[in-house]
C-alpha cells in the first residue's frame, strides 16, 4: 500500500510541476499582451486606479481601546451562551 501512496505523490507532482509550466507560460503570454502589469510598470497602471495602493488606516489609541474593549464583551457573552448550551438543563 506505501508503494501506491508513493508512485501517487510522484504523479501528482510531476502534474503540478507540468501545470507550474503552463502558469509560466500564460503570465509571459499575459504580460506580453499588457506590458503596464509588468512591475516596474506597476505606476503607470496606477494612475488611472488599477493597482493603486491604499493609504493604511490609522487608528487612534482610543479607537484601539474601544475597539478592544467592545471584542472582549463579545467574546465574553459568546463564551457565556456556548456554556449555556452545553449546561445541562
Not at 488611472?48 to 481601546?65: E, H, I, M, T, V
Given at each position: 500500500?506505501?508503494?501506491?501512496?508513493?508512485?501517487?505523490?510522484?504523479?501528482?507532482?510531476?502534474?503540478?510541476h507540468?501545470?507550474?509550466?503552463?502558469?509560466?507560460?500564460?503570465?509571459?503570454?499575459?504580460?506580453?499582451?499588457?506590458?503596464?502589469l509588468?512591475?516596474?510598470?506597476?505606476?503607470?497602471?496606477?494612475?488611472?486606479?488599477?493597482?493603486?495602493?491604499?493609504p493604511?488606516?490609522?487608528?487612534?489609541?482610543?479607537?484601539?481601546?474601544?475597539?478592544?474593549?467592545?471584542?472582549?464583551?463579545?467574546?465574553?457573552?459568546?463564551?457565556?451562551?456556548?456554556?449555556?448550551?452545553?449546561?445541562?438543563?
Amino acid at each position: 500500500m506505501a508503494m501506491g501512496v508513493t508512485v501517487q505523490r510522484e504523479w501528482a507532482r510531476l502534474g503540478a510541476h507540468a501545470r507550474l509550466i503552463a502558469i509560466e507560460r500564460e503570465k509571459v503570454a499575459i504580460l506580453k499582451a499588457f506590458p503596464e502589469l509588468r512591475r516596474n510598470g506597476a505606476a503607470d497602471a496606477s494612475t488611472n486606479g488599477f493597482l493603486a495602493d491604499k493609504p493604511k488606516r490609522q487608528f487612534s489609541a482610543a479607537a484601539r481601546r474601544r475597539m478592544s474593549a467592545g471584542m472582549r464583551k463579545f467574546w465574553a457573552r459568546r463564551k457565556a451562551e456556548a456554556r449555556a448550551k452545553t449546561k445541562p438543563a
